[in-house]
């Protein structure tokens, strides 16, 4: 089964191209705002690593493991913005949500608009029960974009993710099918 392609009013999320994206990718996450911001992008970006990156998108689609999708503008989808996936816990109809968007692009609302398709599709398509979300507790940006989005704020969970040698505050996010569907 081929990576879906989701729209929203102003955004394409589509599978990457790792011929035609992997060097966006590492010019965008390679930001140090980036990486700081979340638990696995690398600082500095590696280069060769935006490539080895997408080549894992599909094998984990077809296994039911995860969906991560390119976001781009609908007026030219070719050009990437930021990233977005789950990974999927099928045993429990779960998924965790997990973005970012290029900084040229903050302030947008892409974060938002992104989340929100894909909770749609996750939900809808995928029949998952729950999608959560986590972000680092002095991010809070991410948790007004997980509010916007109708997740509800569960919790902190104190000192539970390593970034850089240094323990972070992760506050959790989730929404209910049932919930979110009505």
Known sequence: ?????????????????????????ERLAGDFAIAD????VPHPYPA??????????AEKW??????????ASAEN?????GAIGVSI??????????????VPYWGRGYA??????????????LALHRIQARHFLRN?????????VGMQFEGVMRGSLRKWDRFEDAAMYAALAPEWLA
């Open 1 to 25: 089964m081929s990576l879906p392609t989701l729209e929203s009013e102003r955004l394409v999320l589509r599978p990457f191209d790792a011929e035609a994206d992997a060097a966006a990718v």
């Open 37 to 40: 911001a979340t638990l696995t």
């Open 48 to 57: 060769g690593a935006g490539a080895a990156w997408i080549a894992t998108h």
């Open 62 to 71: 077809a296994s039911g493991s995860g969906l991560t999708l390119a976001i």
């Open 77 to 81: 989808p070719a050009d990437v913005v």
């Open 89 to 102: 816990t099928a045993e429990h109809r779960r998924a965790e949500l997990g973005y970012w968007i290029g």
């Open 112 to 125: 938002t608009e992104a989340s929100r398709a894909l909770l749609r599709f996750g939900f809808a398509e």
């Open 140 to 148: 809070p940006a991410s948790g007004r974009v997980l509010e916007k």
